[in-house]
């Protein structure tokens, strides 16, 4: 399963979603995840969770991948939705299987549950799609592009994007690392998914250990070609692609200003929200 993962990864394609400027996929994330957390009906979550799902279907990467995403995160999910369903307790009581117990299962609990359990994978769907269409050197100059006020206070803007983008593109490798290490363990008679809870966290001892190895080995030999090259912090330098915004880039900001404020005026005018749903939260 872990080997499954596909945070990070990038899947060349020629949908309008890879053809966007990587600046402007960042700017439209940023909005999309601030607007998210915003909305606070079901109505207006649905509007972004079905723009988010739009997007997917636009951006032609298999469900497969997309599943993947998903399922990487899916303990958080549960997780959260568990939480609120057993500490939440507003709303009608809609089951007490123990009456024993001051435990019940109430509608406001279940609404909440759903609620956050929408809205988490309406924000993995649209923050994977950002690496997936996203090559990691058109990245790192976006990065590098939208940070670029900083230079006026004497921050290293492009080493900063350097940093993160081989962050995001390492996190793959190490994910195959960590499987091959933990099969090769296996191999040799470690009891990885096996026995109590302490006994396999240290058997994961036998796992960390090697891979903090050959991250640093990783890391050591990446540093050495860089210098081969003679990559230098700081320095000017010219780009094969130099980024412009299209006519494509401003009808999607266009579209997406409409879905956004869309979303926010129907869960902040009254009106509206008499209308359509309740606030849930």
Same mark, same amino acid.
């Given at each position: 399963?872990?080997?499954?993962?596909?945070?990070?990864?990038?899947?060349?394609?020629?949908?309008?979603?890879?053809?966007?400027?990587?600046?402007?996929? /960042?700017? !439209?994330?940023? =909005?999309?995840? /601030?607007?998210?957390?915003?909305?606070?009906?079901?109505?207006?979550?649905?509007?972004?969770?079905?723009? @988010?799902?739009?997007?997917?279907?636009?951006?032609?990467? @298999?469900?497969?991948?997309?599943?993947?995403?998903?399922?990487?995160?899916?303990?958080?999910?549960?997780?959260?939705?568990?939480?609120?369903?057993?500490?939440?307790?507003?709303?009608?009581?809609?089951?007490?299987?123990?009456?024993?117990?001051?435990?019940?299962?109430?509608?406001?609990?279940?609404?909440?549950?759903?609620?956050?359990?929408? *809205?988490?994978?309406?924000? /993995? %769907?649209?923050?994977?799609? %950002?690496?997936?269409?996203?090559?990691?050197?058109?990245?790192? $100059?976006?990065?590098?592009?939208?940070?670029? #006020?900083?230079?006026?206070?004497?921050?290293?803007?492009?080493?900063?994007?350097?940093?993160?983008? !081989?962050?995001?593109?390492?996190?793959?490798?190490?994910?195959?690392?960590?499987?091959?290490?933990?099969?090769?363990?296996?191999?040799?008679?470690?009891?990885?998914?096996?026995?109590?809870?302490?006994?396999?966290?240290? &058997?994961?001892?036998?796992?960390? =250990? #090697?891979?903090?190895?050959?991250?640093?080995?990783?890391?050591?030999?990446? &540093?050495?070609?860089?210098?081969?090259?003679?990559?230098? $912090?700081? &320095?000017?330098?010219?780009?094969?692609?130099?980024? *412009?915004?299209?006519?494509?880039?401003?009808?999607?900001?266009?579209?997406?200003?409409?879905?956004?404020?869309?979303?926010?005026? =129907?869960?902040?005018?009254?009106?509206?929200?008499?209308?359509?749903?309740?606030?849930? !939260?």
């Amino acid at each position: 399963m872990i080997k499954d993962i596909t945070i990070g990864q990038f899947f060349p394609g020629s949908s309008p979603i890879h053809k966007l400027d990587p600046r402007a996929k /960042i700017l !439209i994330l940023l =909005v999309y995840i /601030i607007t998210l957390f915003l909305v606070k009906n079901f109505f207006s979550l649905l509007l972004l969770f079905l723009f @988010s799902f739009i997007c997917v279907l636009i951006s032609k990467i @298999s469900a497969k991948s997309v599943w993947k995403s998903i399922r990487a995160l899916i303990f958080i999910v549960i997780f959260t939705a568990v939480l609120q369903i057993v500490y939440n307790k507003n709303g009608t009581v809609l089951l007490k299987p123990f009456p024993q117990f001051d435990f019940c299962i109430t509608s406001g609990g279940v609404f909440t549950a759903v609620f956050l359990v929408l *809205r988490i994978i309406a924000l /993995i %769907l649209l923050s994977s799609l %950002l690496t997936y269409t996203t090559s990691p050197t058109m990245l790192t $100059d976006a990065i590098e592009r939208l940070l670029s #006020p900083l230079k006026l206070f004497h921050i290293k803007v492009h080493s900063l994007a350097m940093m993160m983008t !081989i962050a995001l593109r390492f996190i793959p490798t190490l994910i195959r690392e960590i499987d091959i290490i933990m099969s090769a363990q296996k191999a040799r008679g470690a009891k990885l998914d096996a026995g109590k809870f302490g006994e396999r966290i240290k &058997a994961l001892i036998s796992v960390f =250990v #090697p891979l903090f190895v050959s991250s640093f080995r990783r890391a050591a030999e990446l &540093a050495v070609a860089m210098e081969c090259r003679c990559y230098t $912090d700081g &320095a000017n330098r010219s780009r094969l692609k130099v980024m *412009r915004f299209a006519l494509r880039d401003y009808l999607a900001f266009f579209i997406c200003a409409v879905i956004f404020a869309g979303a926010l005026v =129907v869960n902040y005018v009254p009106l509206c929200q008499s209308l359509l749903f309740e606030r849930v !939260i």
